[in-house]
């Protein structure tokens, strides 16, 4: 009887083990699926993101200098801020709201609406900046 008795003992301790290991698997399998959809997520690029703190300044330059390539190249092209020596700041606001697409190559291209930095006729502006490595 004590053999017996010793046997549903060791019996007993197994299937206490594997039940509580079974339930840890079972949970940590649940923390998984739970933390699955967090990595998934993916926040849209920001310019800041992109370009680094000074952004602002970063694209005021490069845009500023595309815009005076553009009208050395086409003399029709006319942009406000050229023109007039003025800041770009005087016509757009380059902030976190600026309208922008990320090209293929992951170099924003900021967008300007028809009329802002040029005559209406142009239609909408847009200019690829090359982002920083950083």
Do not use: H, W
């Amino acid at each position: 009887m004590k053999k017996n008795g010793y046997q549903m003992l060791v019996l007993l301790t197994l299937l206490c083990s594997m039940l509580l290991l079974s339930a840890c698997t079972a949970e940590a399998a649940v923390g998984e699926e739970a933390a699955a959809p967090a990595a998934e997520e993916q926040t849209e690029p920001t310019l800041e993101s992109l370009l680094g703190e000074d952004y602002v300044d970063y694209l005021t330059e490069t845009i500023t200098m595309q815009m005076g390539n553009r009208m050395d190249k086409d003399p029709e092209v006319r942009y406000f801020p050229i023109e007039d020596n003025a800041p770009l700041s005087d016509y757009v606001t380059i902030d976190e709201n600026t309208e922008f697409e990320v090209d293929d190559e992951g170099n924003p291209v900021i967008i300007f609406p028809a009329g802002t930095v040029t005559d209406e006729a142009n239609s909408v502006q847009s200019f690829r900046v090359p982002k920083l490595y950083q």
